[in-house]
């Protein structure tokens, strides 16, 4: 099973910005979907974004979209997420995840996307954002 760690969390102004990165224990290039998740203290948790395997985004949260990026760097088996434009409502626990398979689909039935989940999961980064 792959391992993943993050990092890069820490405290950071309202305006501000701060990258996380998640090294996997082995390639995930090709691989695995990966993903951004964070969960705010007393919320649940959330999705934030998702790759595909070759490093093309399938989705941001609304909430991050045009602030976020998310991208994967193939020699270095690492997940980023670069946060620009950081806001108080931003502060949570970051997770990253990976998962063979994709972590969505698309319901005929509901008429929306559903979440499949992840199967690896990251120890958690903290992100705090003071105003």
């Known amino acids: 099973a792959v391992r993943l760690v993050p990092s890069g969390g820490g405290s950071v102004q309202a305006g501000g910005s701060l990258t996380l990165d998640c090294v996997a224990s082995?390639?995930?290039?090709?691989?695995?979907?990966m993903g951004w998740f964070r969960q705010a203290s007393g919320k649940e948790r959330e999705v934030v974004a998702h790759i595909d395997t070759d490093g093309r985004v399938l989705y941001y949260a609304g909430a991050v979209e045009g602030r976020f990026i998310v991208s994967r760097d193939e020699a270095k088996n690492t997940l980023y997420l670069q946060m620009n434009k950081l806001q108080p409502e931003d502060t949570a626990m970051y997770y990253c995840?990976?998962?063979?398979?994709?972590?969505?689909?698309?319901?005929?039935?509901?008429?929306?996307?559903?979440?499949?989940?992840?199967?690896?999961w990251g120890q958690g980064t903290q992100v705090a954002v003071s105003s």
């Open positions: 082995e390639s995930t290039y090709g691989r695995y979907w």
């Open positions: 995840a990976a998962n063979r398979g994709p972590p969505r689909r698309w319901s005929e039935t509901l008429g929306q996307w559903e979440e499949l989940g992840y199967a690896f």
